[in-house]
């Protein structure tokens, strides 16, 4: 549970970066900065990495969380990189991730001692 508990904690870190790195952006300037583009994606992935690490009686017991569709995002990014769709990543950054963010903060609030 502590290594769950640890990955989540790192989820969020990665997750709020995203929201960090593209404050001050729309979508038309995030589709043209690569350098963003190049740093949130690797953020996607390693949010990814970490919601596979977590244990299936964790995932069970937060089922709240998308744990698939955040993995598939990482495999799709790592695997199959030259089809990303820009346009979906925002929109994954917009909806997504703020929702990510408040589920992660409430898991972690749940688990402290």
Known sequence: MERDKAFILDALIFAERILEFTAEMDEKMFANDLKTQAAVLYEISVLGEAMRRISPEFQKQ??????????????????????????????????????LIDQFKTIVSLQKP
Do not use: A, C, F
């Open 62 to 99: 937060h089922s709240e969380i998308p744990y698939r569709k955040i993995i598939g995002m990482r495999n799709k990014l790592v695997h199959n990189y030259d089809g990303i769709n820009i346009k979906l990543v925002w929109s994954v950054i917009q909806t997504n991730i703020p929702e």
